[in-house]
């Protein structure tokens, strides 16, 4: 199965260009004109990477990712990279404060951008790898990150956007699944286990 990227850029050309040379590369390629168009495909579609322009009118990358980063740790592992006619340092450092994989600047390296984007997303496969094997479904480790990071069920049920009971069902379950009688507990087992992180 080809790797699903995803191009946010609000100027029509360059991201005909970037979908059209992508997708010769062999990718599945989406796209988006705009930050919330972006935001939204990010959302619904869970991209395998993301490549993101920095300056656009509605919603900056650096927005985008910096809304994804507080929404939900599931996306954490997502690499994204920034595209920027900007070379500046200032804006470079911005991007990976705010945990960018990657910084190309335009005009755009087509044979560069194609090697960093096989290289995180061989990062990414490696980690897999390397991961141990986990009970827990996707939604539990949201849980219990959220959990991990003091927040209630009231909260995780906000950041989550589910009902507080099945929060706390999530967290039951991987409780059951780790065989303590704790939520943090849990939370401490998983990140022994590196299932979450802080």
Sequence with gaps: MAPRVLCIDDEQ?????????????????????SGPAGFAEIL??????????????????????????????????????FLSAFGERDHILKGRRLGADDYVTKPIDFEMLIEVIRSR????????????????TQREIEALTWCARGKSSADIAVLMEVSERTVNFHITNAMHKFGVATR????VKARLAGIIKD
């Design 121 to 136: 997303l061989n990062r990414v496969a490696r980690v897999a790898t390397e991961t141990p094997a986990t009970p827990l």
């Design 184 to 187: 943090i507990q849990a939370a």
């Design 13 to 33: 050309p360059i991201l005909d260009l970037l979908m059209e040379e992508l997708s010769d590369q062999g990718f599945e390629v989406h796209g988006a004109q």
């Design 44 to 81: 619904r579609l869970n991209p395998d990477i993301v490549i993101c322009d920095v300056n656009m009118p509605e919603m900056t990358g650096f927005e985008v990712l910096e809304k994804l980063k507080s929404l939900s740790p599931r996306f954490e592992n997502m690499p994204f990279i």
